[in-house]
């Protein structure tokens, strides 16, 4: 019945966001649109289904899927509120909500892509594939939702997903679990993203970035030193 709904919703959010018009941006911009909006709901979704092949309790999945479903739910209203009238953007916060839908995605989606590697040894060819999918499909919505939707805000994506790649295959040897893996990539992704937003921004100081690379740093280490070592 969960898979059911979820899939419903998964359903009438696609038919929604492609088959819906948009006054309030160019027909340069529709596809840009379309991947942003798309990408948040349908990988977060798609990873939780993912992920939840590997958690054993029942309890556990169930949780999974109220909250996914309620985050789905969430990020919709805020979507067809800001296309009735873009001016309740920030008001209706769509732009933090994506990005913690996103970053929620990411963990989800690595750590899948991560337990599927190492439980049951896929080509790591399609891993890969489906990884570069993901991240660069939620970065660009993180910024494209953020109002960054310049040529250089692309640029910054594909090195982010180059550089996500490189430590995806570090992770992918490391003799750590799964989970924790996930966690040490999601991390390392989000403070890649929001250095990257303020500095595209222009708003990068000292103060932010010794802030976000202490917090960053203090729950690396936190991961790497409880860490289950295989």
Known sequence: MTIAAISLILVVAIVKIFFNSNQTISKKEALAYRIALAAVPLFLIWSAFAFSLFVERVFVRQALAVLISALTALFFESMV??????????????????????????????????????????????AVG????????????????????????????LGIAVIGFELFMALNVLPLYFMTSGAIFTVCW?????????????????????????????????????????
Request: aromatic share 12%; glycine share 8%.
């Open 81 to 126: 509120m800001y296309e009735k009238d873009p001016s309740t953007f920030k008001s209706y916060s769509l732009e933090n909500l994506g990005s913690y839908t996103a970053t929620l995605a990411v963990f989800l989606g690595v750590s899948a892509l991560l337990g599927v590697r190492l439980l049951l040894n896929i080509n790591i060819g399609l």
């Open 130 to 157: 489906l990884f570069i999918i993901l991240i660069s499909a939620l970065t660009h919505s993180v910024f494209w939702l953020g109002g960054l939707r310049t040529p250089r805000a692309s640029v910054v994506v």
């Open 190 to 230: 989000y403070m890649a993203v929001m250095l990257s937003r303020t500095q595209l921004l222009d708003l990068m100081s000292r103060k932010i970035l010794y802030r976000h690379l202490g917090f960053g740093g203090a729950l690396l280490a936190i991961l790497f030193l409880t860490a289950e070592w295989l």
